[in-house]
């Protein structure tokens, strides 16, 4: 775009489609390389695919900021923010369409020319088309624009005649007024519409983000940060927002937003844009940042191996000495530690004309092991033709392959890569595969072997490179299957399980430990268990993540005993605490620790020292004092009652209230009147004398307060902030300030 970066702009619609934004605006569609024409304006994305050019637009200079309209009619109009803050509706290749004719070219024209920087279709009442806009001191800088308004000829004046008759355009496709103005002597930089309340409008602003609700446009929620730009919504969770400052990202709750619930710094150069995925797939966490995912795969995959480690310590039978369920949570790397009476066995390959054995080690730790990592079902069956016909019905042709051919089954491995190749969207080079391997010998000079050991390399598929790693691997020797980071941890650990003889197991477990427990990696709690190594692990998932709801989970599925090692649960635990309902119950029918009984809720908070950030407000509870009352200060009332007017903590004085110029904690009825309210309301007066009129109040906006009693007495009759050169009209931020004092009848 025109004096900023080029931008894409994904279809809402068609997921195959989108909108490269630059001095003019072009429509591609991706496809297969074959069905793309070979003709200018084809952009190559990859060896199989490439866009193709559908149409373009040139009609709209000075682009700042573009939006696609979200319905489905009409299809391909966009909104197309001007650098002299003009919003022109324009289309791509739609102007045969009815509707799109009555809104292409229609123009809305701020009071002052500035800089449009943003752009939001309302996605539920689409007519609405919020734009942000650079600061002027006479204007607003969040106009929200009704597309199918009309600019009445009754109702424009004369000046925005003349303005208008400036430039050559159509008075009948112009509107000038606002149905909404917002953010007024600010600067407006991102936009985006809740998706949980249509009328409810995020805002970027200057210093702080803004929450607008179209129902009350004189207040707004509002929070101060850095992190103002590329504001967005996750699709799949309303209350959570993301937004950008530089390098850094900051994910927002809506529930509470006073800070980020997680910052991200990693991004080693300035971010220029951030998006959700649209589409939530098992196991993931939907926030993508400049190609970095928020939440590592494992997020509904891994509570569901501690659940399969609960089940396999429930249902299995009691062959081990001691307690079983000590033994299976505490990990394969301590169960391997403890195996005893392993045998030797040779067996010749299933399906091959050769008979070569091949050693292979058994116990019943072992079995143990194997049935955690998913292969066998119970005891020491080690059939594993369940597993395999699970992974068919998943269509993981490749890994059932190699499972079957670490089991010495190779006709059986040979069959599952025909049948994927034959099936449904399969790779034809199965074919090949399951050739190579008919053909397996095992002279070490062969040429099948010199052959396999060279091309394995070149395979993308991981499961297909071991395959023939194991396959020309000497016995006991299988660095190539052990450490390819690109096959799961469990299938690892099983095959090292069946082929490591018991000096060579531990040593491998135990490195491979340590490397789940640097890297964060859940799929490591198949190692550690829910022991010390576990909640190490854990924890350094959450460092990593931030996501401590799901170590928390993982956490709750075993007994209590362990869990309590968690100092990351016991957080978690609190906050359930703290937000009761649901989450809370849930969270201690796991644990163990419900009690239906009502619980306590400690102070969440509190008024804090501006020198030392101490809390005052324990030295203004209700604890009864020995000798003076409350009546030496001038006050009649309880002698449970003391004045503080200094830090119980550094002694420094409390701020003034700006009414009556007294220290914080001097009751109000200390102090003298505030104007014209007296006759109103008799402060006084015993009888109306409230506990209330003494609270610490205070704007969040500008920062000036006193008592509360004498803030309400003088909004009565003011609507500025009552502190000189102030004019921060504070209690219109407030909801308090529509609200009828109860004593003023």
């Given at each position: ?546 996501d401590v709801q799901t170590a928390s989970f993982c956490m709750l599925k075993v007994p209590r005993q362990i869990t309590q090692k968690c100092l990351f649960l016991h957080s978690f635990t609190q906050t359930c605490l703290e937000w009761r309902g649901h989450m809370r119950f849930e969270n201690d029918m796991f644990t163990g620790s419900y009690q239906p009984t009502f619980v306590f809720v400690l102070w969440q908070v509190f008024v804090s020292c501006n020198f030392c950030g101490k809390s005052i407000s324990y030295s203004c509870s209700t604890i009864p004092h020995q000798g003076r009352g409350f009546s030496q200060y001038g006050v009649s009332g309880s002698p449970t009652k003391s004045k503080v007017t200094s830090c119980p903590g550094c002694r420094k004085p409390l701020p003034r209230c700006a009414l009556c110029l007294m220290n914080m904690g001097t009751p109000v009825s200390n102090c003298q009147g505030t104007g014209k309210s007296d006759e109103k309301v008799d402060l006084t007066r015993e009888n109306k004398l409230a506990q209330f009129n003494n609270w610490f109040t205070w704007c969040h906006n500008c920062r000036h307060g006193g008592h509360a009693g004498h803030m309400l007495s003088w909004f009565r009759d003011h609507t500025e ?25």
């Amino acid at each position: 775009m025109s004096g900023s970066k080029p931008d894409i702009l994904w279809s809402p619609h068609h997921p195959d489609r989108y909108v490269i934004c630059d001095s003019e605006l072009g429509l591609y569609r991706i496809g297969p390389v074959g069905s793309a024409e070979a003709k200018a304006g084809t952009l190559p994305l990859s060896e199989e695919t490439a866009a193709t050019l559908l149409a373009i637009n040139s009609d709209t200079p000075y682009m700042k900021c573009v939006a696609w309209y979200p319905k489905h009619e009409p299809e391909c109009l966009l909104a197309v923010g001007q650098a002299n803050g003009r919003v022109v509706l324009t289309s791509l290749g739609q102007s045969h369409n009815s509707a799109c004719k009555e809104l292409v070219g229609k123009e809305f024209v701020p009071k002052h020319a500035r800089q449009c920087n943003t752009l939001a279709w309302n996605p539920v009442d689409s007519n609405l088309l919020a734009a942000g806009l650079d600061k002027h001191r006479a204007d607003f800088s969040v106009l929200i624009w009704d597309i199918s308004s009309k600019l009445s000829p009754e109702t424009s004046v004369a000046a925005e005649k003349i303005r208008l008759s400036s430039v050559d355009l159509d008075s009948s496709t112009v509107v000038t007024k606002p149905l909404y103005e917002l953010g007024q002597n600010d600067a407006c930089l991102s936009l985006c519409w809740l998706l949980r309340d249509p009328k409810l409008l995020l805002a970027g602003m200057h210093r702080n983000l803004a929450i607008f609700d179209l129902r009350n446009t004189s207040q707004k929620t509002f929070v101060n940060t850095k992190a103002i730009q590329g504001v967005t919504v996750d699709p799949h969770f309303h209350d959570r927002v993301a937004s950008f400052f530089e390098g850094q990202v900051a994910i927002w709750d809506l529930r509470k937003f006073e800070k980020p619930v997680l910052t991200l710094t990693e991004q080693p150069k300035p971010l220029t844009k951030v998006g959700w995925c649209g589409k939530l797939t098992k196991g993931h966490i939907s926030l993508l940042c400049a190609c970095i995912m928020l939440h590592g795969l494992h997020t509904v995959t891994i509570p569901m191996q501690v659940s399969h480690m609960k089940q396999c310590a429930e249902d299995m039978e009691l062959k081990l000495q001691g307690n079983v369920q000590s033994v299976v949570y505490s990990g394969i790397k301590n169960i391997v530690k403890t195996t005893s009476g392993t045998t030797e066995t040779r067996r010749c390959w299933s399906g091959s004309d050769r008979q070569t054995d091949v050693p292979r080690y058994h116990s019943e730790e072992r079995c143990l092991a194997l049935r955690l990592c998913g292969w066998i079902s119970r005891g020491t069956d080690t059939d594993v033709e369940n597993f395999l016909r699970s992974l068919e019905q998943e269509h993981e042709w490749e890994r059932a392959a190699a499972v079957a051919l670490f089991n010495l089954d190779i006709r059986r491995a040979i069959q599952i890569l025909n049948k994927g190749a034959m099936a449904e969207k399969g790779d034809l080079n199965l074919n090949v595969v399951a050739m190579a391997l008919s053909g397996y010998t095992d002279e070490k000079s062969s040429l099948w072997r010199e052959m396999c050991s060279s091309l394995r390399l070149q395979l993308k598929n991981p499961y297909l490179c071991i395959m023939f790693a194991f396959l020309t691997s000497e016995p006991g020797a299988y660095d190539g299957v052990l450490y390819e980071s690109s096959v799961a941890v469990r299938d690892r650990v099983a095959f090292a399980c069946m082929f490591l003889n018991d000096a060579q197991l531990p040593r491998y477990i135990d490195r491979l430990t340590l490397e789940m427990k640097e890297a964060g990696n859940l799929e490591g709690i198949l190692l550690t268990g829910l022991t010390k190594d576990g909640v190490d692990l854990m924890e350094s998932y959450v460092d990593r993540t931030g996501d401590v709801q799901t170590a928390s989970f993982c956490m709750l599925k075993v007994p209590r005993q362990i869990t309590q090692k968690c100092l990351f649960l016991h957080s978690f635990t609190q906050t359930c605490l703290e937000w009761r309902g649901h989450m809370r119950f849930e969270n201690d029918m796991f644990t163990g620790s419900y009690q239906p009984t009502f619980v306590f809720v400690l102070w969440q908070v509190f008024v804090s020292c501006n020198f030392c950030g101490k809390s005052i407000s324990y030295s203004c509870s209700t604890i009864p004092h020995q000798g003076r009352g409350f009546s030496q200060y001038g006050v009649s009332g309880s002698p449970t009652k003391s004045k503080v007017t200094s830090c119980p903590g550094c002694r420094k004085p409390l701020p003034r209230c700006a009414l009556c110029l007294m220290n914080m904690g001097t009751p109000v009825s200390n102090c003298q009147g505030t104007g014209k309210s007296d006759e109103k309301v008799d402060l006084t007066r015993e009888n109306k004398l409230a506990q209330f009129n003494n609270w610490f109040t205070w704007c969040h906006n500008c920062r000036h307060g006193g008592h509360a009693g004498h803030m309400l007495s003088w909004f009565r009759d003011h609507t500025e902030c009552p502190v000189s050169a102030c004019t921060c009209k504070c209690m219109q931020l407030d909801t308090t300030g529509n609200l009828v004092p109860s004593d003023s009848s």
